[in-house]
């Protein structure tokens, strides 16, 4: 390819913002619209130009993100590209300390403490500020590392942080600022830093010391900034204070795929950015049929910068949008379509099903396991492999079998006050009895846990309801062990919520222990699936997990009030960022999309505002009628 014809493989939006893009330049890039290509030729563009490759710094938010532009950037320019600064934030901000580190007092050999490392690190400065007596009402350090790693990459007060993650700690706000201070001395101790650290000290010395500030931003006479709408405020003061000498600071994304604001992601960068910048929008489609971006369009989030989608694909299928009665039809219906796709000859790796939050996943994955249709899940692990949906089933196996010893020792050591040796002692007492529940209550022992426990079995054997009785179980105990436990501990009561719904159906804790637990180790034995490949699997992902990813057939399932938009932004009255995320999972599909919602709404019977569900705003009402094909789907009842 000669040189002056590398710029032809661009269509003429893109050419645009790679040509005529200088100083402060904001490209607005629709989905399925090519941002890695307008990025990687800029980036050729500027070698041809005669800009030097360490006069470059491409900043992106993953290793393979930047490897991959490189490569492309490469084989475009027909440069090696030696000396091109490219990688995260916090690579590059590991470079910078390394090299000015030492005027804020950090010795250029320091060390990065994963998460785990950061853990005990603070573990060990709560065992030190908080008499163990007293810890079970302190944050757990996962979750002071979660309140830790808010407040710095929001640059808010600690107050606010708690207040936003876990507000039950307000009280033990002063305790929480002395864990943090001894939590960053023991790090200066080490001469360690955590991720946050990188970026807030970078952002520090950049801030305060006009010296390196001004070496570093005239050596950069170009900044490239992929996923903009992704990053914090630290990150954002940091590209620009890098971009102070030159100018030139050029920032790829779409606010309307902004949907990470629970890690400290502002899309309201984007907004702020682009009252002093030059703006270009690459809006032509290549991933989706005009049928599907016909319906994107319309669905374009409110706030957010205005596009039209143009697909080069001029035909295919409408959207479907699908009624069903519940949960369980839900699942069977998408069940019963990936067979169908799958016999007309689509590989299960082209299918995905995309839901708002883990839990609504759960009765999919037992219609998938009982259909022999293999799955993987990005969005965590199988159900019954996660720790809290274990230690409630564990309940639920002692209250049918109560001389499965396994099951006993792991609620047991839920129990604040009881170690292993404890509860050894007293499991075997329980499963060498006669009278296992009666021994129970017998049993003497000084913790209020205990005594709950104890109170648990006595409430929940006089129920048939499986649900009753992990409903028992949750409400007098373990709705709190989550609280003091977990800092993801609202995603986990979902699932149990979920999963206590689920059981609610069942006449019998057995029949549901069985249902549940055998369908988990179900083999491939289904006829429609004898000459499957074994590598072949359905994605089962959340939205968030499925951003920048693509597949034929894509269903979005629960897309009732309450489950999506979910809940909490129903009862703040804010689903700007549920209206981005449902932006972003109808643009994942190339050729199918089936928008699936319950005849009655969400069904969540522990959550507390029936008016909220019954009222709050439905994306489906949103929904064009003439852009979708109707589907009613009602077998059960």
């Keep these: 390819m000669t040189p002056e014809k590398f710029l032809d493989l661009l269509d003429s939006e893109q050419q645009e913002a790679v040509i005529n893009s200088t100083g402060k330049v904001l490209v607005i890039a629709g989905p399925g619209s090519g941002k890695t290509r307008v990025i990687t030729y800029k980036i050729a563009y500027l070698i041809r130009s005669g800009i030097k490759p360490h006069e470059i710094m491409l900043v992106t938010f993953t290793k393979a993100a930047a490897r991959e532009m490189i490569q492309r950037a490469k084989n475009v320019s027909h440069s090696t ?31 990065i403490l994963d998460s785990e490392d950061a853990k005990d690190i603070m573990e060990s400065a709560r065992s030190e500020i908080v008499p163990k007596s007293e810890r079970k009402h302190i944050p757990s350090a996962k979750q002071l590392l979660t309140i830790n790693s808010y407040m710095n ?8 942080s708690i207040a936003k993650l876990n507000p039950k700690f307000l009280e033990a706000e002063h305790i929480i600022e002395q864990i943090l201070i001894k939590y960053s001395a023991e790090k200066n101790e080490q001469n360690a830093l955590d991720y946050d650290d990188l970026l807030i000290n970078t952002l520090h010395i950049l801030s305060t010391d006009s010296y390196i500030r001004k070496r570093e931003s005239t050596k950069l006479k170009w900044i490239l900034v992929d996923e903009f709408q992704d990053t914090n405020i630290v990150q954002y003061k940091i590209a620009e204070l890098l971009s102070e000498t030159h100018g030139n600071l050029m920032v790829v994304g779409d606010d309307a795929q902004s949907i990470y604001s629970f890690r400290g992601a502002r899309f309201e960068n984007v907004v702020e950015f682009q009252k002093n910048a030059r703006i270009f929008k690459i809006q032509t489609n290549y991933r989706s049929s005009q049928e599907l971006v016909n319906f994107i369009n319309e669905m374009l989030p409110a706030k957010s910068v205005p596009k039209k989608l143009k697909a080069i694909r001029k035909t295919g299928i409408k959207p479907f949008l699908v009624e069903v009665f519940d949960h369980y039809d839900e699942a069977d219906f998408v069940a019963n379509e990936i067979l169908n796709f799958h016999t007309e000859g689509i590989n299960l790796n082209e299918i995905a099903v995309l839901y708002r939050a883990h839990s609504h996943s759960l009765e999919l994955q037992l219609a998938l396991s009982k259909l022999g249709i293999p799955f993987r899940i990005f969005s965590g692990l199988r159900f019954t492999e996660t720790a809290h949906v274990k230690d409630v089933l564990a309940f639920l196996k002692t209250t049918v079998n109560p001389k499965e010893k396994v099951s006993w020792l792991r609620v047991l050591k839920l129990l604040n006050g009881i170690g292993k040796i404890k509860a050894n002692r007293i499991s075997n007492k329980i499963i060498g009895s006669e009278t296992p529940y009666q021994t129970l209550t017998q049993i003497k022992e000084k913790s209020d846990d205990f005594s709950k426990l104890k109170k648990i079995y006595q409430d929940s054997l006089k129920l048939e309801n499986p649900g009753d009785r992990i409903k028992k179980f949750y409400e007098i105990f373990y709705n709190e062990h989550l609280e003091y436990t977990y800092d993801n501990y609202r995603e986990r009561k979902e699932d149990l919520e979920r999963l206590i719904e689920m059981a609610s159906f069942y006449r019998s804790t057995e029949e549901f222990l069985t249902d549940v637990l055998v369908s988990e180790s179900f083999e491939i034995t289904n006829s429609n699936l004898e000459q499957l490949e074994y590598d072949e699997k359905v994605t089962l992902t959340t939205v968030h997990q499925a951003k920048g990813l693509e597949w034929k057939v894509v269903f979005i399932i629960s897309v009732n009030p309450g489950d999506f938009p979910h809940i909490m932004s129903l009862r703040d009255g804010n689903i700007d960022e549920e209206e981005r995320l449902f932006y972003v999972a109808i643009t994942r599909a190339k050729d199918y999309l089936y928008i699936i919602y319950s005849a009655g709404g969400s069904s969540r019977i522990l959550y507390g505002n029936d008016y909220i569900l019954r009222c709050g705003k439905s994306f489906i009402d949103k929904i064009p009628f003439h852009l979708v094909e109707h589907i009613e789907y009602k077998v059960r009842r």
């Design 81 to 111: 590209l030696d000396g091109i600064t490219a990688g995260t934030f916090h690579h590059i901000c590991n470079i910078f300390l390394r090299k000015y580190g030492k005027t804020i007092n950090i010795n250029p050999n320091f060390t």
């Design 153 to 160: 990459n929001t640059l808010c007060s600690l107050r606010e």
